[in-house]
């Protein structure tokens, strides 16, 4: 035999013996045990119980046993092991995922299902902690009630609720919920809550939404729903009260008109269009708008929140633009800057996620080509997405439209001259027109709006975009037909999410679509079915998504401006009061327009400005520690290490009260003369202990405005001191008497000279001179753990560091003149984050926000687990049926599946894992496009000043340059 001939041959036996190693293992699965099932048939329900014995290899280690279906018409099959006392479950908190650390002795196990159809079946018996099948088991499922024994029916409910429990520990997703609530009370079982659902939009703040306006702008739209909607206010008997004797907020507006003093801003042209009442966004160039989209998607949401992690797409931007029949492919490839010269967006409410309406203006430069254009895309949306076309007459101008029944096409438009009008609402439409035809108030009239422009004047150089949100819309969005019409809204919405599960779970049940009549009739909406408070009928469409014809469907819910309203309950009108006494109890002065000027390009700058500021709200502390007009806040003393700098302006009302006024400095005597009005704390780059959410530098700046002494700001820097590379820097008036100063200042705020005796004591002593210098050092001993403080002055500052390095580098620095230049602002405070500057805390920065990944991710695990898992939906339709549920869909935010693990029978991230088992990477994809921003910047600084017009801040968000350096 020939050498060539050898070779192909041992190579086909070498596969051939590997096929027949696959085919050995596949041979080793344990052949189909015979078994009788117990059956229990309601109807064209069926119920079966199997009581088995496992093989006696598989009981020696932790079991979690996993059914998985290999034959037959049998669904909602769950298996738990018995103990042998009571031949009962023994359930523990230990049963999800592989987590059970107790070794199973039992050789027991019970297996429960469902089915419609009889005849044979087939199951495998899985452990989630053990690799193929423990065991495998044939039945005949029969025709007839072959036991009449009740029990099964129970029994079976009762495994279901804990393998819901399971996948959902903690009860948060709306179908646990439904199902306990509606469900389980049919078969006799307790509801399983343990979680409890928020419908308050509210967020606590950051540090960063704090020094950027975020969170003055969300305590001033007071977005949160009223409390307590009630699910059957249609239902409700008592006599309803008027909605003209509900009064909102009583707060005058500023005198506009006199602020005004006969000065005229220019005003962007198509605020000549818009009404007073509604949200005005301003884009100079059409491209602008794509850019800060762009932008906006890679930040993870709001430019004025910290970069956001998020795992739940609601598709906002493509549901709108889809809707309008305005794609962002049609704006910039075939309309641009060549068709168009300005555009604004503009709407009567802020809800884009639950529904709204939106109205796109464009001012033209080629009326004749858009018209084509967007024709040409309602024939499209007529061809393939099941919108009628249709051409109608509002204020004497021609209208063309393209809708659908469940309004994902809802486009009315109209073309006057060298203005178009595109709007998902026909009543939006008909306002823009009857502004336009001088027949209703347009903003550019409103006196606001007039006022604003002198505070941001119009200005190509300084703008891109401008936002404004005018006195009358904020006082429609707080007033009684808004807040009650919203919040009855929502409830319809919650009550469609409980529709869409009851038929989740009756398609489940029956295989087949149910109808409202079948839903209600049978029990799946509970004994009191949820009513709209509209009246509307609930219904299922043949896509067997639930609507209402009034508040249409969940995500893309009737606008506010289009419901009709006359009357409410009187709960709601209490409730409604209530809120109108703790809103006035918060704005005693004046109303408040918001107003955001935002410049893009390489280096992006928001401005925002709020007039005036509420009492009560998060910055007070702020306001109290700066006082309440602006001073000088400056950029100085800074080492090319700093990651992040926290500067303010100390009002001297604040130094009188906290510091100069404090005992321990009065009883010392000690002299203070030399102690200017600025103060900074300065983290450097380091490896960290510790980490703290950014709340927590909220809570601190607040407690320094509320506090009378100075040991918030204390804490605060000691914390940080243990933490990180730390300095704090005070301006100083006379650099000779604060260096003198010194170890007197560390006496009287500390605790007394040292003493072996004491838990916590302090001694201060000097160093060597550093540059003709004198250095301190204090030390602070609690037990048998010291921390040193070394301070020095350095030019106009007092430096009080962590570290000796610190102190001497922004010696070396003033000797050659690096420290000399500064930039001074005039503000109340200010936040610098120095992201070049992350050196050593890149990894710890890095993993902090991977779980922050992770932490989103999961937050889909429970439903993404009931899905799958109990309800035995494939993996490749989850996101789909779960934007049909939830209106949003879910995904993993680094790019992990959502799948049922065979080996354990767990619903896992492929990237994440699940709670019980959790994984992530160890460091961010780089080449994705939010880690691409986040590694383009070069600082991002925020910073704020109280004026007499109210809240002003400005935000610079500065990108890498091969130009740009930072000393």
């Known amino acids: 035999m020939s050498r060539r001939l050898v070779v192909p041959l041992l190579a086909a036996l070498l596969v051939v013996a590997a096929l027949g190693a696959v085919a050995a293992v596949k041979i080793s699965a344990p052949p189909a045990v015979t078994v009788v099932p117990e059956i229990y048939r309601n109807g064209d329900e069926g119920y079966f119980r199997i009581v088995t014995k496992l093989p006696k290899s598989s009981t020696k280690q932790p079991l979690l046993l996993t059914p998985r279906v290999e034959d037959g018409d049998i669904f909602l099959v769950t298996a738990n092991l018995l103990t042998p006392a009571k031949g009962r479950h023994n359930h523990t908190d230990a049963d999800e995922a592989g987590q059970a650390g107790l070794e199973q002795t039992e050789e027991m196990i019970t297996v429960t299902g469902r089915y419609l159809k009889p005849g044979p079946a087939q199951l495998a018996i899985q452990s989630r902690t053990a690799k193929g099948d423990l065991l495998r088991l044939a039945f005949t499922l029969p025709d007839a009630d072959a036991t009449g024994d009740a029990t099964i029916r129970s029994e079976w409910a009762k495994q279901y609720q804990w393998s819901l429990w399971r996948s959902d520990p903690e009860g948060d997703d709306a179908y646990s919920q439904y199902w306990n609530l509606a469900i389980a009370p049919r078969y006799g079982l307790e509801a399983q809550l343990p979680g409890s659902r928020n419908r308050s939009r509210r967020e606590s703040p950051d540090l960063y939404s704090v020094f950027t306006g975020a969170a003055a702008i969300q305590e001033t739209l007071q977005l949160e729903l009223l409390n307590g909607a009630n699910s059957r206010v249609a239902a409700s008997r008592e006599q309803p009260v008027s909605l003209v004797g509900l009064q909102g907020p009583q707060i005058k507006s500023h005198p506009f008109r006199e602020m005004l003093k006969g000065r005229s801003p220019a005003l962007p042209l198509l605020a000549s269009s818009i009404p007073d009442d509604q949200y005005a966004v301003f884009f100079n160039d059409i491209n602008k708008q794509i850019e800060l989209a762009d932008l906006m998607d890679e930040w993870g949401g709001n430019l004025l929140r910290q970069v956001e992690s998020s795992a739940q797409d609601f598709k906002v931007r493509e549901k709108v633009s889809r809707q309008l029949c305005l794609e962002n492919s049609l704006l910039t490839r075939m309309f641009g800057d060549r068709v168009v010269a300005d555009m604004a967006i503009t709407g009567s409410d802020p809800f884009l996620k639950e529904g709204t309406a939106v109205t796109v203006l464009f001012s033209l430069k080629d009326a004749g080509r858009f018209r084509k254009q967007l024709e040409k895309q309602y024939a499209e949306a007529a061809r393939s997405r099941g919108a009628v076309r249709s051409v109608s007459e509002l204020h004497g101008r021609s209208v063309m439209a393209a809708v659908s029944a469940d309004r994902r096409v809802s486009s009315y438009a109209a073309i006057i001259k060298n203005l178009a009008v595109v709007s998902t609402s026909q009543a939006v439409l008909e306002r823009v027109l009857a502004v336009e035809a001088r027949q209703a108030p347009a903003l550019a009239q409103a006196d606001d709006f007039r006022y604003m422009r002198t505070i941001f004047p119009q200005d190509a150089r300084e703008e891109d975009i401008f936002i404004y949100l005018s006195d009358a819309h904020i006082r429609n969005l707080v007033g009684p037909r808004w807040k009650i019409a919203e919040a009855r809204r929502m409830q319809c919405s ?280 004198p250095v301190y050092v204090a030390n602070f001993t609690l037990f048998v753990v010291k921390l040193r403080l070394y301070a020095a002055v350095v030019d106009d500052r007092l430096v009080i560091a962590s570290r000796r390095d610190i102190v001497t580098d922004l010696l070396d620095a003033s000797a050659k003149g690096a420290a000399t230049k500064v930039v001074k602002h005039e503000g109340n405070m200010e936040l610098s984050v120095y992201r070049s500057a992350f050196k050593q805390l890149e990894e710890a920065s890095s993993i902090g926000y991977q779980e922050d990944l992770r932490h989103a991710c999961q937050k889909n695990l429970p439903l993404a687990a009931i899905l799958m898992r109990n309800l035995g939906l494939p993996p490749d339709s989850f996101a789909s049926t779960a934007e049909a549920l939830r209106g949003y869909q879910p995904y993993c935010p680094s790019g992990g599946a959502y799948r049922l693990d065979e080996a354990s029978g767990a619903v896992v991230c492929s990237v994440h894992g699940n709670r019980y088992h959790p994984k992530q990477p160890a460091f961010s994809d780089q080449s994705s496009a939010t880690m691409r921003l986040i590694n383009s910047l070069e600082r991002v600084n925020a910073r704020l000043a109280f004026t007499p017009e109210g809240l002003m801040t400005t935000v610079d968000i500065q990108r890498k340059s091969n130009s740009i350096s930072r000393r």
């Open 494 to 773: 919650a009550n469609m999410g409980l529709i869409a599960n009851a038929r989740l779970w009756f398609k489940t049940e029956k295989r087949r679509e149910p109808t409202m009549v079948e839903l209600v009739a049978g029990g799946y909406l509970g004994k009191n079915p949820p009513v709209c408070p509209e009246h509307g009928a609930y219904a299922i469409d043949k896509q067997g998504e639930v609507y209402c014809p009034v508040h249409n469907r969940p995500g893309r819910l009737t606008p506010l401006n289009e419901l009709k309203l006359a009357a409410v309950t009187p709960e709601e009108a209490a409730q409604y009061k209530g809120f109108v006494e703790n809103y006035n109890r918060y704005w005693t002065q004046f109303f408040d327009p918001i107003g955001i000027r935002v410049k893009l390009g390489r280096n992006i700058r928001i401005q925002t400005c709020i007039l005036p500021l509420i009492e009560n709200s998060w910055y007070d502390g702020l306001a109290a520690f700066s006082g309440r007009k602006p001073g000088v806040v400056t950029d100085s003393a800074l080492l090319p290490r700093t990651v992040l700098s926290l500067r303010g302006h100390m009002a001297q009302e604040w130094l009188e009260k906290s510091l100069l006024g404090n005992k321990r400095v009065y009883r010392n005597n000690l002299q203070l003369d030399w102690l200017g009005n600025e103060v900074a704390i300065n983290l450097c780059d380091g490896q960290i202990l510790f980490s703290a959410d950014g709340r927590a530098a909220g809570l601190l700046g607040r407690e320094v405005g509320r506090s009378s002494s100075i040991e918030p700001l204390v804490i605060g820097y000691l914390a940080s001191a243990i933490n990180l590379p730390t300095y704090l820097t005070v301006k100083v008036n006379d650099s000779k008497k604060a260096e003198k100063s010194i170890p007197e200042l560390f006496r009287a705020i500390g605790p007394r000279e040292y003493n072996s005796r004491d838990e916590l004591s302090l001694e201060t002593y000097s160093l060597e001179n550093h540059r003709g210098k």
